[in-house]
């Protein structure tokens, strides 16, 4: 996917430079650009009533209060109102926040596409995060990958990683026991690798392999 359209909701001068930066090195249209959350969103409106909608919008979290009343004062409410008006527009917060709860509640309430904190060498971060949505992918941040292992109390083992490799590969669950047999990897009968997915399943919270595979790539496990 490559994005024509792009719409950055900023106030902070150096924020705007690392974005300017990264959009130059990988040679994305100059983009469309907003102080505030009301502007954005009245612009979001008419890009696509022109029928030329914003394929990413990468906001701030936190803006600058400067005594004017405003419909949209944070990043959180242009987010939902975008979605709203455009429900496939990606979404990418570049923020100063920290709180992994704050983060999470990113990505589980309102299904951004991407964080990126504020901070020194961000210019590449930034890169690798617009790489990786302009590809159909969440971006996650390696400390929020982190914390999301941890808080979920598995420890992914290789064994694990491989199980979950051959799914993300197109093996039927059914078959993988001869993948690992012609492999010489043990356990390899199909009872033991019911029960290490259900495990792993059980201590991520969800009910699908599925949901499990999307994870591992999303927190780049595999």
């Not at 100059?30 to 102080?35: F, K, T």
């Not at 979290?61 to 405003?70: A, E, I, W």
């Not at 399943?201 to 499990?212: D, H, I, S, V």
Request: hydrophobic share 35%; charged share 25%.
């Amino acid at each position: 996917m490559k994005f024509e359209n792009i719409l950055v909701t900023e106030d902070q001068d150096m924020a705007n430079l690392s974005l300017r930066i990264t959009l130059e090195e990988l040679q994305f249209p100059r983009p469309d650009h907003a102080y505030y959350c009301d502007h954005a969103l009245t612009l979001i409106t008419t890009a696509l009533r022109d029928g030329r909608p914003y394929d990413l919008l990468v906001t701030d979290l936190y803006f600058q209060v400067d005594g004017m009343t405003k419909q949209l004062p944070d990043g959180i409410g242009l987010i939902k109102s975008a979605r709203q008006l455009q429900p496939g527009l990606k979404v990418l917060v570049f923020s100063t926040e920290t709180r992994q709860a704050a983060i999470r509640r990113l990505y589980d309430e309102f299904h951004i596409d991407g964080f990126v904190r504020k901070a020194r060498g961000d210019v590449q971060d930034l890169k690798n995060a617009i790489e990786q949505i302009a590809n159909n992918r969440r971006y996650y941040p390696r400390d929020y990958r982190s914390a999301a292992t941890q808080d979920n109390q598995h420890s992914f083992t290789s064994y694990d990683k491989t199980i979950i490799r051959l799914l993300a590969d197109g093996y039927a669950q059914k078959d993988i026991p001869v993948w690992l047999e012609d492999n010489d990897i043990r356990p390899s009968g199909l009872s033991s690798v019911e029960k290490r997915l259900n495990l792993m399943k059980t201590a991520m919270g969800f009910t699908k392999n599925e949901q499990l595979v999307l994870f591992c790539k999303e927190i780049g496990l595999i």
